[in-house]
């Protein structure tokens, strides 16, 4: 009731914020801040106007000729909103949130939609937890959607199962907008009532439903459609982000470090249907962050390839706030959040500095400050306890036939190659296996893998999608049962191994994903365990421990290792 709201105060707050904005944008009091003589990006009308910004408690008053209590003389430099990431998954940045938000700061971002499934996989509504506290009062404004596969597939041995109810209570939470990426594509076009629960619990709490379906076309597509689902990250060619646009789906342009789609996908943006299109990362490594940068690399790459830099930044602004009902975000207008990343021009887009709330909150040659967050002691302790199984002994990893993964180069699709015997050099077959490390069942699925180039020891790594448990290729089984113990001696990691020595390593102490250290460090020694593993033999342009990492994702054709054995993907069964 309103005789409530202005008792607790917030009905009066925010009528005394609207008055203020009021008076500062007619001129009759001074602005808390104006910045001077700008150039700025409206991605209302795909402008760039000249004119002074007013903001007023972190708010944009007006553009125009304003003054101010403290007034900065832009210099002719463009002004463009924060830029916002639609989908990611802040693990595969192998950082804490709280680093990453450091980083992504500096290359302009201020806000991002994160879909925690990998962290939800292994710890369940706990990791929900730990990552809104991890993420809360971050210069960089956190968003979550609430993880919809969890597991990703029957075949799949998670930390945690959740169903419709487990998620609906963090719908009612305000930086949650929506149901996060539906894997399960046949599960939804075959009336799943799990899938359809969780679409519904979306639905009750106005909240958007972002979709995952690679391929799916015709009828199966209209049906998927039909259920509720308004987006699509998993778009890898023209005619495949048409196709969804015209059934009514928004498409996330995808350029991460898994996954780059911008070449394929970048003619969107010179299409009238522009205006349902924005950026997102997904997965963002360390070494990409580091060398290549955020959001403002994939606008400096659609503008390297023919694009407007306007329609590029609305796509990386303006486009994912609408989609998620973020309404005053993503533009320089009156009323919106002053974020602003201050842009040199707009064919490199290299960013100088960066308001958040009308405050500077990095600039170059300065690093951002702000507090660690604070997370719970107990969930702080449980996230650094996610290990639970028994030591490998090298007999269990014996199997005497098995279906063999034939990698594609470049692709994260596999191919059917039949079976084996044996491990094979000489026809580059390794043993792969993936260890289940959550609940101490003691299952080992064991298969082989061709194509990855290994000549010598083993490599090992907890970061498996989706489920996150240990998985491992090598040339003989010792090598492999020493690296696998020695990730979960590490409580998480990456171990490359060979002669039961340890060849190189990174600790990823939270949840075998995410680790502590300052980027630099993290990447300096996933660099170290790459050229290591190089070294062994694993071939020019694999990167090891990613493309090990989908080998164990029983929902991409065509077969896949799981703690099982290795399942045929369109067949769901094991072979």
Not at 67 to 80: A, F, T
Request: net charge negative.
């Amino acid at each position: 009731m309103p005789e409530q709201r202005t008792k607790n105060g917030k009905l009066d707050t925010a009528i005394r914020l609207k008055t203020g904005l009021i008076e500062v944008a007619g001129g009759s009091i001074l602005a808390d801040l104006v910045l001077k003589n700008a150039r700025y990006v409206n991605v209302f009308t795909g402008e760039l106007l000249q004119g002074d910004i007013a903001v007023f408690e972190g708010y944009i008053a007006g553009m125009g000729i304003y003054s101010g209590k403290r007034e900065i003389d832009m210099n002719g430099k463009i002004l463009c909103p924060g830029f916002i990431d639609a989908h990611i998954h802040l693990e595969s940045s192998m950082v804490s949130p709280w680093e990453f938000a450091r980083i992504v700061l500096s290359h302009g971002t201020t806000a991002v939609v994160t879909d925690p499934h990998e962290i939800a996989n292994v710890m369940g509504t706990q990791g929900i937890d730990y990552m809104l506290q991890a993420t809360e009062g971050l210069p960089v404004d956190v968003f979550f959607t609430v993880p919809s596969c969890v597991p990703a597939s029957s075949f799949d041995e998670s930390g945690a199962s959740l169903d419709y109810s487990a998620i609906e209570p963090y719908m009612e939470n305000p930086r949650v907008v929506g149901l996060a990426e539906m894997m399960d594509y046949p599960g939804v076009v075959n009336g799943s009532r799990d899938a359809l629960a969780k679409l519904t619990v979306s639905e009750v709490y106005c909240k958007q439903a972002d979709g995952h379906a690679p391929g799916l076309k015709e009828k199966n597509l209209c049906a998927y459609a039909a259920a509720g689902i308004y987006s699509d990250h998993e778009c890898s060619s023209l005619k495949e982000a048409v196709d969804k646009l015209r059934c009514g789906q928004y498409i996330m342009i995808r350029e991460g470090t898994a996954a780059r789609n911008l070449v394929a996908l970048h003619a969107l943006l010179s299409m009238p249907s522009y205006t349902r299109c924005m950026f997102c990362t997904d997965d963002k490594h360390p070494s990409d962050l580091l060398e290549k940068g955020h959001m403002d690399y994939i606008c400096r790459e659609a503008v390297r390839m023919g694009e407007d830099p306007i329609h590029a930044i609305q796509a990386a602004t303006l486009h994912a706030a609408q989609y998620f009902g973020l309404r005053n975000r993503g533009a320089i207008a009156p009323g919106y959040i002053a974020d602003f990343a201050v842009l040199e021009d707009l064919k490199e887009f290299q960013v100088s500095a960066v308001y958040k709330k009308g405050r500077l909150v990095w600039r170059e040659e300065r690093e951002a400050e702000f507090p660690l967050p604070k997370i719970d002691k107990e969930l702080q302790r449980a996230a650094e306890n996610t290990f639970n199984l028994p030591f490998l002994q090298p007999e269990k990893l014996q199997v005497h036939r098995a279906g063999v993964i034939g990698m594609v180069t470049g692709e994260i699709v596999t191919e059917n190659r039949g079976f084996a015997e044996e491990i094979d050099l000489e026809k580059d077959i390794l043993k792969i296996a993936v260890v289940e490390r959550h609940k101490n069942t003691g299952h080992v699925g064991v298969g082989y893998l061709q194509g990855y180039g290994l000549r010598q020891g083993a490599v090992a790594t907890s970061i498996a999608h989706d489920s996150h448990n240990i998985i491992a290729v090598g040339t003989n089984d010792r090598d492999i049962a020493y690296a696998v113990n020695r990730v979960a001696e590490n409580k998480g990691g990456v171990v490359v191994a060979c002669g039961e020595t340890i060849a190189a390593e990174l600790i990823l102490e939270v949840a075998g994903l995410m680790s502590g250290a300052p980027l630099a460090e993290v990447n300096a020694k996933l660099e170290e365990a790459k050229r290591a593993a190089h070294q062994l033999g694993v071939k020019d342009g694999i990167d090891p421990f990613m493309t090990l990492s989908f080998m164990s994702l029983p929902v991409i054709p065509e077969i896949r290792i799981t703690t099982h054995g290795v399942v045929d993907v369109a067949k769901q069964s094991l072979l």
